[in-house]
């Protein structure tokens, strides 16, 4: 199953019913000053991991320098009376748990009409994780090549 598949199943299972960072020193730290060094003004690997985890999401904005993506509604095929929208802001251009917010909104059909209705907290706390493992992950296999 294709990571977007899978990520997209959570969040829709979320809807239905802080990873750390550490930051020491590291044998190969100096392996890791590249993704400071960008043409974008945010971590890189944040970044990515970002564009990776909701690329099930139609995309309104992405703004590299600024950090931010924001997506379009989104309905699951699987419960399509429940929609989401999300906002990612890249804080930092370290690697850190705290450089990283998500924002959600949710809505559900009542008699034809979207009408607004609460995001749970571990949703958002879910698509926080997600991001950040996807981010470690890029940074590991930076380092092995």
């Not at 060094?37 to 970002?50: D, E, K, Q």
């Not at 989104?74 to 917010?101: C, F, H, S």
Request: proline share 5%; hydrophobic share 45%.
């Amino acid at each position: 199953m294709s990571r977007p598949l899978r990520t997209a199943i959570v969040v829709s299972l979320l809807l239905s019913s802080a990873a750390c960072a550490h930051k020491g020193s590291h044998p190969k730290s100096a392996a890791l000053a590249p993704s400071k060094i960008t043409t974008i003004g945010v971590n890189a690997y944040l970044w990515r991991a970002t564009l990776d985890t909701l690329s099930f999401m139609p995309l309104v904005q992405t703004d590299s320098n600024g950090g931010v993506i924001v997506t379009d509604w989104y309905v699951n095929p699987a419960a399509p009376t429940e929609r989401m929208k999300v906002t990612v802001t890249i804080l930092d251009q370290d690697l850190r748990a705290d450089g990283l917010r998500v924002a959600a909104l949710r809505e559900v059909n009542q008699n034809g009409q979207w009408v607004d209705s609460p995001v749970q907290a571990a949703t958002v706390q879910k698509l926080e994780d997600i991001i950040l493992t996807r981010a470690r992950d890029l940074r590991r296999a930076a380092m092995v090549n």
